[in-house]
């Protein structure tokens, strides 16, 4: 029976070439980058504390969203699955994850670490600002900085009420669509037809929503669903190319080489080589 494929915690950023720059400090990271796009369904290990310098994006959970503008602040608990909509003009980003210890110490005195909340407001910008200075600063003094900054953020944060998050109506069974792909993804007698017809719509309406919904046909997903698997399977083992290509679903070696290359720009014998 072909195995679920969720993915693994991602880092932060989850796409490696949105990042800017990066620095950590006593048990805190800052990381800076600018975002495009749609960013599929993922968590990281770490808990995150996400502020929007520039830009708009929506971000997922479940049945459940929040619309970020500029100079919000979104907290997410450490491996809490989620969705990023990026709008137009992309997103920019400042991000400060939380290691397990710390993380640990902050939340005896406090929730904010353990659940979403979406905040706003111009006091903890000022200490972002800061931050961002200090990133950059590298003397003596700037580490120490960081981390009484961070502290001073998240205690400001806590006195801060939550804004509300809404509620993603009729995508029930969007998220049901989603969780089939994943768990049928190598199977390659697959049928989109018959996966709308399994969650209730149209196939029609089924292909118009899911493309509205994750900015990417259902074809598309499941076809990206396989290659990630086939490059972790590619990285992990030495199993031929050509027993790997069947496995993940392709009809052939040929046929998944092709599209491997187009998503990777590389072949795989030669992304394995490249490890």
């Given at each position: 029976m072909p195995t679920s494929y969720h993915p693994k915690p991602a880092a932060v950023p989850a796409r490696r070439r949105d990042l800017i720059q990066a620095r950590s400090v006593r048990g805190f990271r800052f990381t800076e980058s600018i975002h495009k796009g749609l960013i599929p369904s993922h968590s990281h290990q770490l808990t995150t504390i996400n502020v929007l310098l520039?830009?708009?994006f929506e971000e997922s959970y479940g049945l459940s969203s929040t619309s970020c503008e500029a100079d919000s602040v979104l907290y997410r608990p450490a491996q809490e699955m989620h969705e990023d909509r990026i709008g137009q003009k992309g997103a920019h980003n400042f991000v400060i994850e939380i290691e397990d210890e710390r993380a640990r110490s902050i939340s005896a005195h406090s929730r904010i670490l353990n659940e979403v909340a979406h905040l706003r407001d111009p006091g903890l910008m000022h200490l972002v600002r800061k931050?961002?200075?200090?990133?950059?600063?590298f003397?003596?003094?700037s580490g120490l900085a960081l981390e009484g900054l961070a502290m001073t953020f998240i205690a400001q944060s806590i006195r801060i009420p939550a804004l509300p998050s809404k509620k993603v109506r009729n995508h029930q069974w969007l998220k049901r669509s989603e969780e089939l792909l994943r768990d049928r993804f190598r199977d390659n007698g697959i049928q989109l037809s018959e996966l709308a017809e399994e969650v209730g719509v149209h196939p029609v309406h089924f292909a118009r929503a899911f493309k509205a919904r994750y900015d990417t046909t259902p074809g598309c997903f499941l076809r990206s669903l396989r290659i990630k698997w086939a490059a972790e399977q590619l990285q992990t083992t030495l199993r031929p190319i050509s027993e790997i290509a069947l496995d993940s679903g392709f009809s052939d070696q040929s046929h998944f080489g092709r599209a491997f290359k187009k998503h990777y720009g590389v072949s795989p014998g030669v992304w394995r080589r490249s490890l």
């Open positions: 520039r830009g708009t931050m961002r200075r200090e990133v950059n600063a003397d003596e003094a």
